[in-house]
C-alpha cells in the first residue's frame, strides 16, 4: 500500500465550479506539500503545511493531523487551472513521498 | 533569476549506452535531490545529496550514479545497468535535508531505444 494516496485519479469539471482533491497518508509527518505539475513536466510548490489552513488566491489547502488526511480545494476553476495536483509528505526519516497525482481537466 | 534548470528537455539514447542528465542551481541550497516519474506512479527518489562530495541512495538507486563535486550541481548518469531507464527525471533543491518546500528544475524526459 502505497504511504500517499489521493483521490480521484482523474476529475474532470466545467469553468466555474468548486473542486476538491483529498490526500490521505499513513506514516507519520513533519509536513506536507500540495504541488502542481503543467503538462510540460514543471513541477511548482503550491502549499506546504503543518497544520490547520492555508489560502493562496482561488486555492485553499486544509489538513487534519489526526485523521491523516488533507484537502486542497479550487474556488471558480478556470481552464488555466488544468494540471496534475500532487501530494507529498516529509516524513520522520525527513524523505518526502509522494502521491501518483490527480488529473485536473477544466473545460470551458 | 534564481532556479533549477535541467538540459536537455528531451534525450534519446540507444540501448546499453550511459547517458548524464545535468541538473544546475543557483538557490544556494545545500540539498539537492533526482527523482524518477513514471506513468501513474509517484516520484521515486533515487539519489539525494546534503553537502558538497556527499551523497545517499534513494529508493531506487540500482543502475543509477551521482556525483556532487560543486554545490550548484548534481549530475545524475543513467547507466546500462539500469534495465528500464525510459522515463521522466526530475531534479530538485531544498534549503536543506527536510527543511522547507523543494524546488524543481522542468525535468528531462530520456527515452532509451
Known amino acids: 500500500k502505497n504511504e500517499v494516496e489521493q483521490s480521484p485519479q482523474n476529475l474532470t469539471a466545467q469553468e466555474g465550479e468548486f473542486i476538491t482533491i483529498n490526500c490521505s497518508y499513513s506514516?507519520?509527518?513533519?509536513?506536507l506539500h500540495w504541488l502542481q505539475q503543467h503538462p510540460g513536466g514543471g513541477i511548482v510548490s503550491l502549499f506546504m503545511?503543518?497544520?490547520g489552513k492555508k489560502k493562496h488566491g482561488r486555492l485553499i489547502a486544509t489538513i487534519n493531523i489526526q485523521e491523516k488526511h488533507s484537502s486542497l480545494h479550487i474556488t471558480a476553476s478556470h481552464p488555466r487551472d488544468s494540471a496534475v495536483y500532487i501530494c507529498a509528505v516529509c516524513n520522520n526519516n525527513n524523505d518526502m513521498r509522494f502521491g501518483a497525482g490527480t488529473r485536473l481537466t477544466v473545460k470551458p | 533569476d534564481g532556479g533549477i534548470t535541467q538540459s536537455p528537455k528531451y534525450l534519446f539514447r540507444k540501448e546499453g549506452q550511459n547517458v548524464t542528465l545535468s541538473c544546475e542551481q543557483n538557490l544556494n541550497h545545500d540539498a539537492m535531490y533526482w527523482y524518477r516519474q513514471d506513468p501513474g506512479q509517484g516520484l521515486r527518489l533515487i539519489y539525494y545529496s546534503q553537502i558538497v562530495n556527499d551523497f545517499q541512495k534513494g529508493d531506487i538507486a540500482e543502475g543509477y550514479s551521482v556525483s556532487r563535486e560543486k554545490k550548484e550541481s548534481f549530475p545524475l548518469t543513467v547507466t546500462s545497468a539500469q534495465k528500464n531507464p525510459t522515463a521522466f527525471y526530475l531534479c530538485?533543491?531544498?534549503?536543506?535535508?527536510?527543511?522547507?518546500?523543494?524546488?524543481f528544475g522542468p525535468g528531462t524526459r530520456l527515452t532509451v531505444l
Open positions: 530538485a533543491s531544498s534549503i536543506d535535508r527536510g527543511i522547507g518546500e523543494q524546488f
Open positions: 506514516v507519520g509527518i513533519s509536513a
Open positions: 503545511l503543518s497544520s
